[in-house]
């Protein structure tokens, strides 16, 4: 676990380089917010957080592990509950989420842009 890198991952940078190409521009990057958000458009007052599949329990391609199920089953729950807090307390701050998984970065990134600058647009 060492290993897994927690910012600057294949999705984030896939996903930097795709929006920079569009033109998107203002964001930060490793701000000071709770959940350390890969994005932040100070502007419009936007996070974007790019979640793993495996480590956020995404509805759609999470596989449980089979070793270790204990440890992985509290892990993995503590990060979705983190995940709601941090989700509320930046609400509660006038700051809207993105949320988008890992494999909507790599199945379609164009998808993900356009939910990123539809919320852009709204602000």
């Known amino acids: ?3 897994i890198r927690n910012r600057d991952t ?3 940078v896939s996903f930097r380089k795709y929006i920079w190409e569009k033109g998107v521009r203002g964001y930060r990057l490793h701000v000071k917010l709770k959940g350390k958000p890969d994005l ?3 502007t419009s007052k ?3 957080f790019i979640d793993g599949c495996f480590w956020h329990q995404c509805p759609e391609c999470f596989k449980k592990p089979a070793t270790n ?3 992985w089953n509290k892990k993995i729950r503590e990060n979705i509950e983190r995940d709601l807090a941090t989700d509320i307390e930046l609400c509660d701050n006038g700051i809207k ?3 988008l998984w890992e494999h909507e970065i790599r199945n379609s990134t ?3 842009y356009k939910k ?3 919320l852009l647009q709204t602000c």
């Open 1 to 3: 676990m060492s290993r």
């Open 10 to 12: 294949k999705p984030e």
């Open 40 to 42: 932040y458009f100070p």
């Open 46 to 48: 936007v996070t974007v």
């Open 69 to 71: 199920k204990k440890f």
């Open 97 to 99: 989420v993105l949320r």
């Open 110 to 112: 164009e998808k993900a």
């Open 116 to 118: 990123l600058k539809k």
